[in-house]
């Protein structure tokens, strides 16, 4: 299994950005997929997440209204547009997938892991 994030940037505050995960290695019907962002010295948290299909999205409160989650189940993407950016968004962000539908927000749910896309946002 691959998923491979893509995307990352350096923009100014208010701007937006479009990460891609591009996921491969089996069929992800049944898995659900997160994004994390991770700045230094700081946790890894959640971000948002949506199930293959997209039946189920969820985001974290510091971007709900700003962040949109989205897949495209014949390209095997899924979508995480960035608008209204702020500095305090600036984080490597990793997607992730995982089949076990509880405590998505949890990092330790989840099975696979992209290698990361660094996004900075200047104020």
């Known amino acids: 299994v691959q998923l491979q994030a893509s995307g990352g940037g350096l923009v100014q505050a208010g701007g937006s950005l479009r990460l891609s995960c591009a996921a491969s290695?089996?069929?992800?019907?049944?898995?659900?997929m997160g994004w994390f962002r991770q700045a230094p010295g700081k946790e890894r948290e959640f971000v948002a997440g949506?199930?293959?299909?997209?039946?189920?999205?969820s985001y974290a409160d510091s971007v709900k209204g700003r962040f949109t989650i989205s897949s495209d189940n014949a390209k095997n993407t899924v979508y995480l547009q960035m608008n209204l950016l702020k500095p305090e968004d600036t984080a490597v962000y990793y997607c992730?997938?995982?089949?076990?539908?509880?405590?998505?927000?949890?990092?330790?749910?989840?099975?696979?892991w992209g290698q990361g896309t660094q996004v900075t946002v200047s104020s």
């Open positions: 949506i199930s293959w299909y997209g039946g189920i999205k």
């Open positions: 290695g089996r069929t992800f019907g049944g898995y659900y």
């Open positions: 992730a997938a995982t089949r076990r539908f509880e405590a998505l927000t949890s990092s330790q749910v989840y099975d696979y």
